[in-house]
């Protein structure tokens, strides 16, 4: 009879450790954040880089997530669930990130800031302080004909500064760990300066308002720069996009020299003009006379007075500026495979990378440079590409260029490496007096390894182009997604660059093979009942053993 309670009781014990196994696991679980994403951009894991910048944190960061108690449908509820799993993931990085969730759950304002007379409610402060905004949302089947107004929105705090990403609704959700992680390494990190230089007052920054907006919204410090004037000490990258009048010695002078600080310069600069007020068409062109041509042939590079199109056509109907298509047709180039520029896993490395860039030119080496061997295309065209080298061509609406192609050519290039001064190694071709310097100040070489990018065309970066994006045109979302990557590449912040891209391009799952796939189908439909029949055939056996033992033992007695 004692016998008998002894093996009960450590039945009795064996299933309370079975227990205590499954808690066990349960709480590891919640401690141990652990996902499989299969997607090609990793769009449902926080990246490398994400994890290092809070990992490294010296105070602490609250993030602070304001979302409706109703999301109304279903997409938005989506929405609000992903957002909260991915707050969590900084946090469990972390102890010095605090996460709060502030659940708005106000009529007044849900449907209105600005109906709301209570100015003294606490979550209606925080609301304005970051800055948080609603957006509607709905469908008539959800909300009996009229759109709801929600709010999902983050609010980031970091040694008494802040931040916020006031409203996810043009946001797509795997850019979110972009805004984020954008947003904390605004208050972590010096923002970075860019300079949008000009050269001609009446061309000031005329047709670049989104790219700078664009640049802003992503934590940049922008200013807008005369190069007749000395460049403050504190801008990290200078832009000049499609100057059309020639460069003074003072201006040549100023880029010179700002290059020989170790900063970094994008140059995106038109080989012809393209005349794009004529009815029924463009032209004619004219060539672009911008006096840079020697300093770019001293780093190895020539933009050429001509204009690379393509002779397949791949957007019939689609024309001028501003127009049903706002695309000049026949103009899709593909960014050229380059692991260091975008980093790897870019999506300018991949099937679908293409920009549209139109009225581009293409560009040269200087065999005669000692900076030649350093240069890195980063533009090509495609193969059907041709090229149009004579001044006063005219482009006609519907046309379908040339049957032949000539082959690949080179839009852009960067440079990275210890330069020395054009400047002054050619101080008898630039005038001193025009400085208002001598040659003892000049810097002769480079702070480090500067880094210079080379376009062959500025349009494609202009108003009358990008602003298309809100027509449908996806190619000009990449135009943007290019253009915010080589700025993060010459402020040296390219940190974020893979996160930035996510989402640019269709969802994409890895490609495995077949017996792969049915490998993963097998593990996850029987794996874990599988586990469990192991375990109770495991356990049965043990049981079965010890009744054998225990009736031998009795019979014996």
């Known amino acids: 009879m004692k016998r008998s309670m002894l093996y009960k009781l450590d039945g009795w014990l064996f299933f309370i450790a079975g227990l205590g196994i499954l808690f066990e696991l349960a709480m590891i679980g919640n401690l141990v954040h652990f996902r499989i994403d299969t997607t090609q951009d990793k769009e449902y894991t926080l990246s490398d880089n994400s994890k290092n910048l809070v990992r490294g944190l010296d105070e602490p960061l609250n993030l602070t997530l304001f979302v409706s108690d109703d999301m109304v449908v279903p997409h938005a509820k989506y929405a609000a669930r992903y957002?909260?799993?991915?707050?969590?993931?900084?946090?469990?990085?972390?102890?010095?990130?605090?996460?709060?969730?502030?659940?708005?759950?106000?009529?007044?304002?849900?449907?209105?800031?600005?109906?709301?007379?209570?100015?003294?409610?606490?979550?209606?402060?925080?609301?304005?302080?970051?800055?948080?905004?609603?957006?509607?949302?709905?469908?008539?089947?959800?909300?009996?004909?009229?759109?709801?107004?929600?709010?999902l929105g983050v609010g980031v705090e970091y040694g008494g500064k802040i931040d916020s990403l006031p409203s996810i609704a043009s946001v797509p959700l795997p850019l979110v760990e972009y805004k984020i992680s954008r947003?904390?390494?605004?208050?972590?990190?010096?923002?970075?300066?860019?300079?949008?230089?000009?050269?001609?007052?009446?061309?000031?920054?005329?047709?670049?308002?989104?790219?700078?907006?664009?640049?802003?919204?992503?934590?940049?410090?922008?200013?807008?720069?005369?190069?007749?004037?000395?460049?403050?000490?504190?801008?990290?990258?200078?832009?000049?996009?499609?100057?059309?009048?020639?460069?003074?010695?003072?201006?040549?002078?100023?880029?010179?020299?700002?290059?020989?600080r170790g900063k970094g310069v994008g140059l995106f600069l038109d080989g012809q003009v393209v005349d794009t007020s004529s009815p029924g068409g463009y032209g004619p062109t004219k060539e672009n006379k911008i006096a840079l041509d020697d300093w770019l042939s001293y780093y190895g590079m020539r933009v050429n007075s001509d204009l690379i199109l393509e002779g397949a056509p791949r957007f019939r109907g689609l024309n001028k500026p501003g127009g049903p298509g706002c695309v000049i047709a026949n103009r899709e180039i593909q960014f050229a495979v380059d692991p260091a520029f975008l980093m790897t896993d870019s999506i300018f490395l991949r099937r679908e990378s293409r920009l549209v860039m139109p009225f581009v030119s293409s560009i040269d080496k200087q065999e005669n440079s000692s900076y030649v061997s350093k240069l890195e295309p980063i533009f090509l065209s495609p193969k059907t590409a041709y090229q149009r080298k004579e001044p006063g061509y005219r482009f006609l609406m519907g046309e379908d260029g040339a049957k032949e192609a000539n082959g690949s050519f080179v839009l852009g290039y960067r440079l990275e490496a210890p330069l020395k001064s054009y400047v002054a190694q050619n101080s008898n071709s630039i005038s001193m007096s025009s400085q208002g310097t001598n040659a003892v100040s000049i810097k002769t070489e480079s702070i480090g390894s500067p880094r210079l990018i080379v376009v062959g065309g500025s349009s494609f970066l202009t108003d009358n182009y990008v602003f298309c994006m809100?027509?449908?045109?996806?190619?000009?979302?990449?135009?943007?997604?290019?253009?915010?990557?080589?700025?993060?590449?010459?402020?040296?912040?390219?940190?974020?660059?893979?996160?930035?891209?996510?989402?640019?391009?269709?969802?994409?799952?890895?490609?495995?093979?077949?017996?792969?796939?049915?490998?993963?189908?097998?593990?996850?439909?029987?794996?874990?009942?599988?586990?469990?029949?192991?375990?109770?055939?495991?356990?049965?056996?043990?049981?079965?053993g010890k009744r054998r033992r225990y009736h031998q033992e009795l019979f014996a007695d």
């Open 83 to 151: 957002m909260q799993d991915l707050l969590k993931e900084y946090q469990i990085l972390s102890s010095k990130i605090h996460l709060h969730v502030e659940l708005i759950t106000d009529e007044k304002l849900k449907f209105g800031l600005q109906n709301n007379p209570e100015k003294d409610n606490v979550l209606l402060k925080e609301l304005e302080r970051f800055k948080i905004e609603p957006f509607p949302v709905g469908e008539k089947k959800f909300t009996q004909g009229k759109q709801a107004m929600v709010f």
């Open 183 to 260: 947003a904390i390494r605004n208050l972590v990190v010096k923002r970075p300066k860019v300079a949008f230089g000009f050269v001609n007052n009446n061309a000031k920054s005329s047709n670049i308002h989104y790219l700078i907006q664009q640049t802003q919204e992503k934590g940049y410090d922008v200013i807008e720069q005369d190069l007749s004037q000395d460049i403050p000490v504190d801008v990290d990258v200078l832009i000049l996009v499609g100057p059309k009048v020639p460069l003074s010695d003072k201006q040549i002078y100023t880029l010179d020299q700002f290059l020989m």
């Open 470 to 544: 809100k027509a449908g045109i996806d190619f000009y979302k990449e135009n943007i997604q290019a253009a915010n990557a080589m700025i993060d590449y010459l402020a040296k912040e390219e940190v974020l660059t893979k996160e930035s891209i996510k989402g640019v391009r269709n969802r994409a799952i890895l490609e495995i093979s077949e017996t792969a796939t049915w490998a993963l189908k097998v593990i996850f439909v029987l794996g874990v009942p599988f586990i469990f029949v192991i375990f109770g055939v495991v356990r049965w056996v043990f049981i079965r």
